[in-house]
Nanobody, 123 residues
Framework: QVQLEESGGGLVQAGGSLRLSCAASGRTFSNFAMAWFRQAPGKEREFVAAISWSGVITNYADSVKGRYAISRDNAKSTVSLQMNSLKLEDTAVYYC????????????????WGQGTQVTVSS
């Protein structure tokens, strides 16, 4: 069992930045890939970014490539998402997830989820 807790969400103006963090506990953090997904009102949950257990492999959704950066600290059991140049369409609840491979962009490929943190981008 893995417990995940996201933090760092909030209200930011378009063009601004936010940094999300996710703290994991319960099992050996460094054995798993980590990912961020997001879900806007009325929409399906969508893949944002993923990072392999070593941090060597990262994957991004095309919509955030070049603006977002995922990183992890296995010593602290945390994964972070630096979000820059935020757009109105980035508004969503952001979820942290644990999976077996960073190559999966499907929610079904991840086994544990946090409760989510709200990110709201205003004009």
């Amino acid at each position: 069992q893995v417990q995940l807790e996201e933090s760092g969400g909030g209200l930011v103006q378009a063009g601004g930045s936010l940094r999300l963090s996710c703290a994991a506990s319960g099992r050996t953090f460094s054995n798993f890939a980590m990912a961020w997904f997001r879900q806007a009102p009325g929409k399906e949950r969508e893949f944002v970014a993923a990072i392999s257990w070593s941090g060597v492999i990262t994957n991004y959704a095309d919509s955030v490539k070049g603006r977002y950066a995922i990183s992890r600290d296995n010593a602290k059991s945390t994964v972070s998402l630096q979000m820059n140049s935020l757009k109105l369409e980035d508004t969503a609840v952001y979820y942290c997830a644990v999976g077996r491979t960073a190559n999966s962009k499907r929610a079904a490929g991840y086994d544990y989820w946090g409760q989510g943190t709200q990110v709201t981008v205003s004009s």
